[in-house]
């Protein structure tokens, strides 16, 4: 099973938008609404930020929102703030019934 | 709360095997699937397997099968990793990380350990 895409580097300044992308196949993103996002900081444990392509888990800002079409998935930042510098990766359940993650993005707060 | 608790540092020569212990608590041990999760220095994550607490069953990344096994202790909520005929290339932080759903597998992981670093080096 091959890692989904995603964009080795994204940047934006405090207050703008920035999006994600994360590139799979109908074999998994495009399959499934099985698709989470993490947000890794260095050093720490990876914290679950969306799940089920579009929902928030409890105490998670509701200036993170996800979104699918077809075989692509995407997290939307909004209002960047300098604490949103991160890894983030996406995820997706497979046809094998197995789970893939995206090679990650790094966030850079300007 | 819930809590995931990992045993330490693991130091490892090439062919030896490693095994990392993930205590649970806060939540019904059996009604949550556990995934295993690792993470190379400076790479990205990949998904190792999972274990379903109540029955045993495992399902493992191809990458693993053959090297991986998954087994858990319902009276001490506990579940183990073990990978055999380590190889540098196996040189990760490991972490267990709990499913979202209860009672089924929906391979979204709400809750995850602190980590064990496997250092494979001759």
């Known amino acids: 099973q091959s890692a989904l895409t995603q964009p080795a580097s994204v940047s934006g300044s405090p207050g703008q938008s920035i999006t994600v992308s994360c590139t799979g196949t109908?074999?998994?993103?495009?399959?499934?609404?099985?698709v989470s996002w993490y947000q890794q900081h260095p050093g720490k444990a990876p914290k679950l930020m969306i799940y089920?392509?579009?929902n928030r888990p409890s105490g998670v800002s509701d200036r993170f929102s996800g979104s699918k079409s077809g075989n692509t998935a995407s997290l939307t930042i909004s209002g960047l703030q300098a604490e949103d510098e991160a890894n983030y990766y996406c995820?997706?359940?497979?046809?094998?019934?197995?789970?893939?993650f995206g090679g990650g993005t790094k966030l850079t707060v300007l | 709360q819930v809590q995931l608790v990992q045993s330490g540092a693991e130091v490892k020569k090439p062919g030896a095997s490693v095994k990392v212990s993930c205590k649970a608590s806060?939540?019904?041990?059996?009604?949550?699937?556990m995934h295993w999760v690792r993470q190379a220095p400076g790479q990205g994550l990949e998904w190792v397997g999972m274990?379903?607490?109540?029955?045993?069953?495992?399902s493992y990344a191809r990458e693993f099968q053959g090297r991986v096994t998954m087994t858990r202790d319902t009276s001490t909520s506990t579940v183990y990793m073990e990978l055999s005929a380590l190889r540098s290339e196996d040189t990760a932080v490991y972490y267990c990380?709990?499913?979202?759903?209860?009672?089924?597998?929906?391979?979204?992981?709400?809750?995850w350990g602190q980590g064990t670093l496997v250092t494979v080096s001759s």
């Open positions: 990380a709990r499913d979202y759903c209860s009672g089924g597998g929906c391979y979204f992981l709400d809750y």
């Open positions: 806060g939540y019904t041990f059996t009604s949550y699937y």
């Open positions: 274990i379903i607490p109540s029955g045993g069953s495992t």
């Open positions: 109908s074999s998994d993103v495009g399959g499934y609404n099985y």
């Open positions: 089920d392509v579009s």
């Open positions: 995820s997706s359940y497979t046809s094998s019934s197995t789970l893939v």
